[in-house]
């Protein structure tokens, strides 16, 4: 057996970088594990759980400064191997605390310390003197009676919640019961589910079954394919037929969804397809449930793992296949704390596991499709739909040439008005929810400003509210302008409100659904709404983004974007990128079935080429022009980004600490540091904010340099007067 080392090297939760050194227990029989939890001494008097990275004989502390673990929570490591060494490797590619990238990775019930296996269900029986109870004994007592009626009537006991519904006061009847001897407790494990058989897959077209057999192709080793299918041209069947054959040679599979993606109906989908239970990771689960799937996953019982972004760090003995839906959306990139992204360590790990990985999208990021073209991944095309469903046409509305009322131009409402008629649906897409994004005074021009960001607060008429759509500060709407007391506040520009609202006088007879964060804020309304819409009870669909993904509407022939040129020339490098792909998704929700569609794009720049590309639904053709205008400036997928960002609620500080990181930096050839710059929103949140971009064409050393610049930042002085971070790969340059 290995010895016992002499120090364990500990990473422990805290924004220090580097890792710990302590003493191992006392007695220990055996070694541990890097994977491992342990509780710590750490800091004034507190113990924290820290997860063992190794041992040594040295440690560059002297010994009697050390403290020793102070108890062991695992038998066997928690975080396998493989795993660790990814975590590792993404601390340092990102410069995050290890110990915070650890906490990213594990369920807080491991993070908290609690063991490592599920708790069974309590369960409440009769013992056997309370079964032989008379019930003539309880008759004074009608709650007791009951729920002792109600524990005769089953064999094996009741849990919690059967007991709760008979009477709030079951545990204090459950305490007497037990104190009598007639109820005694157990535990139940959870039982694992029941699945329905696999159902088959409808028949493919040539283009699917290539993809699949490409990929099964693959099964044993790595290699990252981009699924490059339009919009309903069947990239989840591929998917589904490459998962078939993967846990059928008995190895896991992990799918990657965003946020917004994972619907119950998406979970039901693969359950019943592949006729296996489905492990699913989402932040919306309880502690609970999220450790029950991620435990299933890492002891090999969950053949299936569907989860958003943190579902890439799911233990998985025998991982066999990722798959990465809608690889483009912004929401894979974490975007505070460790910010890293979902799809770029889900590569990796494929890599380090030895696993193919699919990334797929009807509009892939350039990142994805640049190396698609490079051949460091393998390009998997759909190019059409399935059976009849046709690509709907896509018509620009010239803004120069026609009137607006209320947001909204003659043609495409008539396009509405010709929907209702035939008693189909249409859906308005306009990325502004509120009423209006501004309400002035017609007496003097005073906007209605948020005093804690620099941005104007949206007009919501529903709550009689503005709000900062930035920092989320309410206020009541004023009656009177506080500037020069005049009564003439008007709401300017539209939200999906006030396009609801305008909808509603000009058909007064449609019935209308909005949806956005406003009016599905509630628990289940997003999906009574879209229920609504798919049972045939909804004529005119309103709503921003949120409908742009992962919901298919088969009887809806129109699309409008009311305002598509948001954006268009904004300073953010991906806004055209995100435009495209928003526009090209919602209208692929369209005319899925034997309806053609029609989409509608409101623009006052119908020349751009991102239009002309639309028109033609050439993804390529805007890929080709957007990585040009990217080369050309020296962005991704061009260069590699760094932003270095601070804020402060002291108006300089940021600047300063950023100055003051700029002198210090020493940068090797090839790696560019911009000037520093106020943000492009300078103040949000009571907070002044600063940025500053380093740029460079290689990675290594980018990354070399940073090793060394950010531990000199945190010793700066000014940085104790900001909050600052690093963000490696940034999404965006806000
Ligand atoms: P995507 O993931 O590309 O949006 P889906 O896989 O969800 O596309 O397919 C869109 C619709 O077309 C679904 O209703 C699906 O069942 C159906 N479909 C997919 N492939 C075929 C096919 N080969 N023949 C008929 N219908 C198909
Ligand atoms: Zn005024
Ligand atoms: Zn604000």
Redesign the pocket.
């Known amino acids: 057996m290995a010895a016992e080392p002499r120090y364990y090297q500990i990473a422990v939760p805290s924004p220090l970088f580097g890792h710990f050194d302590y003493l191992p227990l006392r007695e220990n029989p055996v070694p541990l594990t890097p994977g491992t939890r342990v509780r710590v001494p750490f800091g004034r008097g507190r113990e924290v759980t820290g997860v063992v990275l190794g041992g040594s004989a040295h440690s560059a502390v002297p010994r009697h400064k050390l403290k020793r673990i102070a108890r062991v929570l695992d038998d066997s490591p928690v975080l396998p191997a493989t795993l660790l060494a990814l975590l590792r490797w993404a601390a340092d590619y990102y410069h995050h605390p290890l110990g915070e990238v650890l906490a990213t990775a594990l369920p807080a019930w491991l993070r908290e310390g609690r063991p490592a296996r599920l708790p069974g269900v309590p369960v409440w029986h009769l013992t056997d003197a309370g079964r032989a109870l008379e019930s003539s004994a309880l008759t004074r007592a009608p709650v007791q009676r009951r729920l002792w009626e109600a524990l005769v009537a089953v064999t094996d006991g009741l849990e919690a919640e059967p007991l709760g519904e008979l009477s709030t006061r079951w545990r204090e009847v459950m305490a007497i019961f037990e104190e009598r001897g007639w109820v005694a407790r157990h535990e139940r494990r959870a039982e694992s589910e029941v699945v329905p058989a696999p159902q088959p897959?409808?028949?493919?077209?040539a283009a699917?079954t290539g993809a699949i057999a490409e990929i099964t192709g693959a099964l044993d080793r790595y290699q990252c394919f981009l699924l490059h299918?339009?919009?309903?041209?069947?990239?989840?069947?591929?998917?589904?037929g490459a998962i078939e054959k993967v846990l059928a040679s008995n190895k896991q599979v992990l799918v990657l969804v965003p946020e917004i993606g994972l619907t119950p109906q998406l979970v039901e989908r693969f359950r019943r397809r592949l006729g296996v239970p489905v492990a699913v990771l989402h932040s919306g689960l309880t502690d609970t449930q999220r450790f029950a799937a991620w435990s299933g996953a890492a002891e090999d019982k969950a053949p299936l793992v569907l989860g958003t972004r943190s579902a890439v760090f799911t233990p998985m003995p025998r991982l066999g296949l990722i798959v990465v839906?809608e690889e483009h959306d912004a929401s894979y990139k974490q975007q505070e704390g460790f910010r890293y992204s979902a799809r770029d360590l889900a590569v990796l790990r494929a890599a380090r596991e030895k696993a193919p990985i699919v990334l797929?999208s009807?509009t892939p990021s350039l990142e994805s499709l640049k190396n698609a073209r490079d051949g460091s991944y393998r390009l998997l095309e759909?190019p059409e739909?399935?059976?009849a469903?046709e690509l709907p046409v896509v018509r620009l509305l010239d803004l120069r040439k026609l009137a607006l009322d209320d947001g909204l131009s003659a043609p495409l409402r008539a396009a509405v008005a010709e929907r209702l008629k035939r008693g189909e649906q249409s859906l308005l897409f306009l990325n502004r929810r509120g009423f209006a994004p501004v309400l002035m005074c017609y007496g003097c021009g005073w906007v209605a400003p948020c005093r804690r960001c620099d941005a104007r607060l949206t007009y919501h008429q529903r709550s009689s509210k503005l709000i900062c759509h930035h920092c989320g500060a309410e206020q009541l709407l004023p009656e009177k302008c506080p500037n020069c007391a005049g009564a003439e506040l008007h709401p300017i520009g539209e939200g999906t409100e006030r396009l609801e609202s305008a909808l509603a006088k000009i058909f007064p007879k449609a019935r209308l659904v909005r949806i956005d964060r406003d009016s599905t804020a509630a628990r289940g309304a997003l999906e009574g709404k879209l229920k609504a819409v798919h049972e045939g009870r909804a004529d005119i669909l309103v709503g921003t983004q949120m409908l742009t993904k992962g919901h298919?509407f088969p009887n809806v022939t129109l699309v409008g974007v009311v305002n598509a040129d948001q954006g268009l020339y904004s300073a953010e490098f991906r806004a055209a990128e995100r435009l495209f792909q928003q526009i090209l998704q919602v209208a692929?929700r369209a005319g899925?079935a034997d309806k053609p569609g029609e989409v509608l794009i409101q623009t006052w720049h119908p020349d751009h080429p991102l239009f002309a590309a639309l028109v033609r639904h050439d993804f390529n053709g805007f890929a080709d022009y957007a990585l040009a205008e990217r080369s050309e400036a020296g962005f991704p997928p061009y260069s590699h980004l760094v932003l270095l960002r601070a804020e402060s609620p002291d108006r300089g500080a940021a600047l300063g600490f950023l100055r003051a990181a700029r002198a210090k930096a020493e940068t090797p050839n090839g790696v560019q540091l911009m000037d520093p710059v106020p943000s492009p929103m300078e103040r949000r949140a009571g907070r002044w904010r600063a940025q500053l971009l380093v740029q460079s064409a290689k990675r290594a050393p980018l990354h070399e340099f940073l090793d060394g610049w950010v531990r000199a930042l945190g010793a700066l002085k000014q940085a104790r007067r900001v909050r600052w971070s690093l963000d490696v790969d940034p999404a965006d340059l806000f």
Do not use: C, M
């Open positions: 897959a409808p028949p493919l077209n699917q299918g339009i919009t309903g041209s069947g990239k989840t069947e591929v998917y589904l839906d797929g009807a759909l739909r399935p059976g469903a298919d692929g899925r």
